[in-house]
Structures are given as C-alpha cells and as structure tokens.
C-alpha cells in the first residue's frame, strides 16, 4: 500500500511540474496575442513608458573558444555570444488568460539594443541579425543571445616572446545611446563558458570584467589575460638557436690547414639569419617592443660575423711566409697559450706547468723547494737568451684557442642572461 501511494504522489507531482512548467495554448490564441503586442508597437522607440528614464540592461559575455591571437596582426578572435537581458514595458500579457509565459519574436519586430563592439579588428556593426528570435516573457523581460566570432583589436607586448603573456579586451557599447537613456550593468555571471575548447597555443589564465565611463557612454569591458604554452617554441626554436650558438664556437677547432673554416663560418652565420627571419615573421612590425629572442638572435649574428672576421684574419696569418718575422705581440700569445695549455716548447718535454724534477719528488723538503726554485732561477736567463721555436702555425693556433676561450664564456653568459630573464616573467 506505501508503495502504491508512493508512485500515485510521484504521478501527481509529475503532472503539476508539467502543467506547470508546458505551456497550454492554440496557435490562434497566439497568433492573437503576437498581433495585439505588435499592433502599436515601434522598434524605433525604446520600450520604456517614462522616455526621460535610462532602460537598464544586463550584459554577460559567454566564450565558446579562443580561436586566436594573431601576433603579427595584433588581433584576437574570440567565439562566443553575449546574453542581454532587459525590460520591455510595451511587452507583457496576461499568462493566466492566455496560458503563454513566453513568446519568441523576431529582431526586426521588436526593439533591441543597438550594440557594436568597440574595438573590433575587421567589421563594425550592430550584433544580432533578422535571422535572431528573441524570448519575451509575459512580464516584459527580454533575452536576447547574439552569437559572434569577436575578432578584437589587442595591443601586444612581445618583449618575452615566446615567454610572454597578454592581456586581450573586448569591448561593447550603444553606438547610439548615451547612459541616460541606455545604461549597462553586467549580469552575474560576468563571464562565463559555453562548451569552451581550449586553445592549443594560449592557456586562459584568468579573466575579469569592468565597466568604462567614456564621456556620455557606457562601455563593457571583458578581459582575457592569456599566457603563451611553451613546449612547441622550446622544441622547435629555442633549443635549435642555442645549439647552433654553441656549434658557432666551434669553428676555432677546426685546423687552419683543414680548409673548411670559412665556410663553416658562413654556414653558420647564414642559419642565424634564417632564424632570425622566421622569429620576424612571427612578431608585430613595431617598435614600440622588441623581443628579447630577436635581441638575442642579432646578438649571435654579430658574433657570428666576429668570427668570420677573425677566422679571416688568421688564414692570413696562418700562411704567411716562414720568412716574415714573429712580433713580440704574437709571441707573447703563443707563450700564453702554452702556458695555460701546459705545452713547453717545441722538442723541449722538460718546460711544462712545473718542472720535472720537482714533481718527480713525493716529498719535497723546504731546503729542497728552496733548490728547484734557484735552479729554476738560475736556467732562466739562460733558457730567454735561446731562441724560442716557433712559426706562424703556433700564432694561429694560439689565436684558435683564445677566440675559442673567449666566445664560448660570450655565448654561455648572453645566453644563460637573455633566457633566465625571458623565463621568469
């Protein structure tokens, strides 16, 4: 008996939702009502009884996607629709008499607001279309949901590309209204989602809204603050420029004699070129921001171009006649190099680092320290008087080792500096 009682009480509640939430109407009954609403009605005239009073309506943006963020063009294009929401005074019946609570009347039949967007980047017109139905309740409330493809203009700051992140606007407004007659408040909420896709390129980190008192306008302001994903620039850009900046070092190990030097020199410097092409391409021709990846590409080119100088001015070097004579400047070169490179001379295995005999000894006494120093001191006189061997080949190959030396502490610190930076923003 419960059981039988409880399905009797569900059928009974199933009908009263029914009833209450299906209309129960005739086409005539609607027919008739449409064309006694319509019958002195004017979409021209805002439908408010009090003309000298401002219609309020209640703006929310809902995104379905962010289909773009053009860098090169400066432009977002956002899918999406806003719901509008307003009173109609000139629009209501009686829902009990008539058993309607609501009706869809088209846009052109009717007053709607006359809403453009701001900031649009290709067209500018009103929202909305002949093709759009509107839902009027029997109290005079309005729905209104214009569906558009938002392709607003967006100031981008590409200082940290591809590191960086944007703050994107849309902007709506009456092109014709000023406040005091057409006023818009936001509804909540402010923004919201409609099957949202997210986007591949841009990750959606936050989002607010605000509302701008421009002279006798009100303007809706949504923004989009966005943030560039990484792993495909890291992948495909960053990674390959770092590894042709260190390979740029490289080219002072290369042997003089080996007759590639050059050309490897312009390889390089050509790729760097290329690259610098491609990130250019990709950015905003202004001048209002510089990319720090451009920076630092222009940076390897100029050292790209350095080497190529250098590697020119050593082949030159390299081949000069046995006959010319070695400057003091060169020589003291060589003897660096072959100092930091523990080389003695050449056929002398005796002048490394250290002298032999003082590292042949486990233990060395103080008096005996004291010994191999004063020979040391004793030998050198007679070891400057000797002529040293050495031809040009050594001073190419000690211009090798300091350029090598040289750039690569220069690429490790520009690149580890442009880089941390880029990254912690």
Same mark, same amino acid.
């Given at each position: 008996?419960?059981s039988v009682?409880?399905?009797?009480?569900?059928?009974?509640?199933?009908?009263?939702?029914?009833?209450?939430t299906?209309?129960?109407y005739?086409?005539s009954?609607?027919?008739?009502?449409?064309?006694?609403?319509?019958?002195?009605?004017s979409?021209?005239?805002?439908?408010?009884v009090?003309?000298?009073?401002?219609?309020?309506?209640?703006?929310?943006?809902?995104?379905?996607?962010i289909?773009?963020?053009?860098?090169t063009?400066?432009?977002?294009?956002?899918?999406?629709y806003?719901?509008?929401?307003?009173?109609?005074?000139?629009?209501?019946?009686?829902?009990?008499?008539?058993?309607m609570y609501?009706?869809q009347?088209?846009?052109?039949?009717?007053?709607?607001?006359?809403?453009?967007?701001k900031?649009?980047?290709?067209?500018?017109?009103m929202?909305?279309?002949?093709?759009?139905?509107?839902?009027?309740?029997?109290?005079?409330?309005?729905?209104w949901y214009?569906?558009?493809?938002?392709?607003?203009?967006?100031?981008?700051?590409?200082t940290?590309y591809?590191?960086?992140?944007q703050k994107c606007?849309?902007?709506?407004?009456s092109?014709?209204?000023?406040?005091?007659?057409?006023?818009?408040?936001f509804n909540?909420?402010?923004i919201?989602?409609?099957?949202?896709?997210?986007?591949?390129?841009?990750?959606?980190?936050?989002?607010?809204a605000?509302?701008?008192?421009?002279?006798?306008q009100?303007d809706l302001?949504?923004?989009l603050?966005?943030?560039?994903?990484?792993?495909?620039?890291i992948?495909?850009?960053?990674?390959?420029?770092?590894?042709?900046?260190?390979?740029n070092t490289?080219?002072?190990?290369?042997?003089a004699?080996?007759?590639?030097?050059?050309?490897?020199?312009?390889? =390089?410097? !050509?790729?760097?070129?290329?690259?610098?092409t +491609?990130? /250019?391409?990709e @950015?905003?021709?202004?001048?209002?921001? #510089?990319?720090?990846l451009? =920076?630092? !590409?222009i940076i390897e080119?100029?050292?790209s +171009?350095? /080497?190529?100088? @250098?590697?020119?001015?050593?082949?030159? #070097?390299?081949?000069r006649?046995?006959?010319?004579?070695?400057?003091?400047?060169f020589?003291?070169?060589?003897?660096?190099?072959?100092?930091l490179r523990?080389e003695?001379?050449k056929?002398?295995?005796?002048?490394?680092?250290?002298p032999?005999?003082?590292?042949?000894?486990?233990?060395?006494?103080?008096?005996e320290?004291?010994?191999?120093?004063?020979?040391?001191?004793?030998?050198?006189?007679?070891?400057?008087?000797?002529?040293?061997?050495?031809?040009?080949?050594?001073?190419?190959?000690?211009?090798?080792?300091?350029?090598f030396?040289?750039?690569?502490?220069v690429?490790v610190?520009v690149?580890s500096?442009?880089?941390?930076y880029?990254?912690?923003?």
């Amino acid at each position: 008996m419960i059981s039988v009682g409880l399905q009797c009480f569900g059928l009974l509640l199933f009908a009263s939702v029914a009833l209450a939430t299906h209309l129960n109407y005739d086409i005539s009954t609607y027919r008739t009502t449409m064309t006694s609403l319509l019958s002195n009605y004017s979409s021209k005239v805002r439908p408010i009884v009090n003309q000298g009073q401002s219609l309020q309506l209640q703006l929310s943006l809902w995104i379905a996607g962010i289909n773009e963020v053009s860098t090169t063009d400066s432009m977002m294009s956002t899918t999406g629709y806003l719901s509008v929401k307003w009173k109609d005074e000139l629009l209501n019946w009686d829902s009990a008499a008539t058993g309607m609570y609501w009706m869809q009347f088209n846009q052109k039949d009717i007053w709607v607001p006359d809403i453009v967007l701001k900031n649009g980047f290709t067209d500018f017109k009103m929202m909305g279309g002949d093709f759009y139905y509107l839902y009027v309740y029997n109290d005079g409330w309005v729905d209104w949901y214009p569906y558009k493809v938002f392709e607003t203009s967006c100031e981008l700051d590409v200082t940290y590309y591809p590191f960086d992140s944007q703050k994107c606007d849309i902007i709506v407004k009456s092109w014709s209204y000023s406040r005091w007659e057409v006023n818009f408040t936001f509804n909540d909420p402010q923004i919201g989602f409609y099957e949202f896709v997210p986007n591949h390129v841009w990750h959606l980190e936050s989002y607010d809204a605000e509302t701008d008192y421009t002279n006798s306008q009100t303007d809706l302001k949504f923004t989009l603050h966005l943030k560039r994903k990484t792993k495909y620039f890291i992948a495909n850009l960053i990674l390959p420029i770092i590894l042709v900046g260190v390979l740029n070092t490289f080219v002072f190990m290369i042997p003089a004699d080996a007759g590639e030097k050059m050309g490897f020199s312009v390889t =390089i410097f !050509l790729t760097f070129a290329v690259f610098l092409t +491609i990130v /250019s391409g990709e @950015l905003p021709k202004t001048s209002d921001s #510089i990319s720090i990846l451009s =920076i630092y !590409l222009i940076i390897e080119l100029i050292i790209s +171009i350095s /080497s190529i100088m @250098l590697s020119a001015v050593q082949l030159r #070097i390299h081949h000069r006649k046995p006959t010319i004579e070695i400057g003091e400047c060169f020589r003291f070169l060589v003897r660096a190099g072959r100092r930091l490179r523990c080389e003695g001379r050449k056929n002398d295995k005796s002048m490394k680092c250290f002298p032999n005999s003082c590292l042949n000894k486990p233990r060395i006494h103080e008096i005996e320290v004291i010994d191999c120093e004063s020979r040391m001191k004793m030998n050198r006189p007679v070891e400057d008087e000797q002529e040293e061997e050495m031809d040009w080949g050594d001073v190419s190959s000690a211009i090798d080792f300091f350029a090598f030396i040289f750039l690569l502490c220069v690429q490790v610190f520009v690149t580890s500096v442009m880089f941390i930076y880029a990254a912690a923003r």
